[in-house]
Nanobody
Framework: QVQLVESGGGLVQAGGSLRLSCTAS????????MGWYRQAPGKQRELVAG???????NYADSVKGRFTISRDNAKNTVYLQMNSLKPEDTAVYYC????????????WGRGTQVTVSS
């Protein structure tokens, strides 16, 4: 099993920045790609950004140019640097880790709240 613990959420004014961190523990050798998802009240959970083991990245169109995902494999940690935050970025942000075996379920963190005030 893998445990994911997020940190770094909080309240920030529009235009500000936050950095989220997610550290994995346990059977980390089972982890493939990692990423961040978010879920706003009344909306479905959506992918924000993902990063592969080799460093390849992908982003939701809504955050391109503002958010940067990075990964430190030695520390089993993935980061999400969020700049130029907007009120519509307000959501609970969840860390995700894919299992190498596609037949196994993904791992999820408990989430961290990000609130952007206008």
């Amino acid at each position: 099993q893998v445990q994911l613990v997020e940190s770094g959420g909080g309240l920030v004014q529009a235009g500000g920045s936050l950095r989220l961190s997610c550290t994995a523990s346990g059977n980390t050798f089972s982890i493939n790609a990692m990423g961040w998802y978010r879920q706003a009240p009344g909306k479905q959970r959506e992918l924000v950004a993902g990063i592969g083991t080799g460093g390849s990245t992908n982003y939701a169109d809504s955050v391109k140019g503002r958010f940067t995902i990075s990964r430190d494999n030695a520390k089993n940690t993935v980061y999400l640097q969020m700049n130029s935050l907007k009120p519509e970025d307000t959501a609970v942000y969840y860390c995700n880790a894919e299992h190498y075996d596609p037949g196994e379920p993904d791992y999820w963190g408990r989430g961290t709240q990000v609130t952007v005030s206008s």
